[in-house]
């Protein structure tokens, strides 16, 4: 079984600054995807950005980009220019590849971020 | 093309009654995922289904709680005899038929709140 970890409850950044938010895994499978979704208030579920484990470049949507350490089952999303509308509940996710079907998703609890002005 | 749709998005029970919660995927989706989110925790995964067919619902507790994905209509999340901890956010997820190396991204509704009284 998947087990995804996201040991900051909560943190807070200061408006325009950048900011890190963690996550570990452990899965003994080799073909995967990590997901960070951001829930606001609204507590709409939206994708953030993906990466795929077979690459090694690390994926970047815009002013948000992840850390992916393969090795080291660590998956940190790095927040650029930090906006208010950032604020939001953060979930790392795990998900299984499968070719001919789908899988299931599984999150960490979550990590708080507040953008103050 | 509309997104994920659910309904209702509030619903109000009182103990021992029954839920029925609605999830329409987006158009020309056949997979669906049902997650609940329990107060300041992250999602969980319950069930899989495919049109006609549960895939996988080793998340979904074995009593109580029943999911179906008919050829016509929406899944349903269905739960007998309710109780105070049965209070959640239920989302909803689609994604479209596997397409081999393709990822399948599931695409998520805005849940539907459901409190026991």
Redesign the interface.
């Known amino acids: 079984a998947q087990t995804v970890t996201q040991s900051q409850p909560e943190m807070s950044v200061q408006e325009a600054e950048t900011v890190t938010l963690s996550c570990t895994y452990d899965t003994s499978e080799s073909n995967y995807?990590l997901f960070w979704y951001k829930q606001p208030p609204?507590?709409?579920?939206i994708?953030v950005i993906?990466q795929?484990a077979y690459k090694q470049q690390n994926a970047t949507e815009n002013r948000f980009s992840v850390n992916f350490q393969k090795a080291a089952k660590s998956f940190s999303l790095k927040i650029s220019d930090s906006q208010l509308g950032d604020t939001a509940m953060y979930?790392c996710a795990f998900m299984k590849?499968?070719?001919?079907?789908?899988?299931?998703?599984?999150?960490?609890?979550?990590t708080q971020l507040t953008v103050n002005p | 093309n509309a997104g994920v749709m659910q309904n209702p998005r509030h619903l109000v029970r009182r103990r021992g009654q029954e839920a029925r919660l609605r999830c329409s995927p987006m158009k020309g989706h056949s997979h669906v995922y049902w997650y609940r989110q329990l107060p300041e925790e992250g999602l969980k995964f319950m069930v899989y289904l495919q049109k006609e067919n549960i895939i996988d619902e080793s998340g979904m507790p074995k009593e109580r709680f029943s999911a179906e994905f008919p050829k016509e209509g929406p899944s349903i999340l269905r739960i007998q005899q309710v109780v105070r901890g049965d209070s959640a956010a239920y989302f909803c997820a689609s994604s479209p038929p596997s397409t081999g190396a393709i990822l399948n991204e599931q695409f998520f509704g805005p849940g539907t709140r459901l409190t026991v009284l």
């Open positions: 995807y609204s507590r709409q579920m994708l993906r795929e979930f590849r499968r070719k001919t079907s789908g899988s299931r998703l599984t999150f960490g609890e979550g």
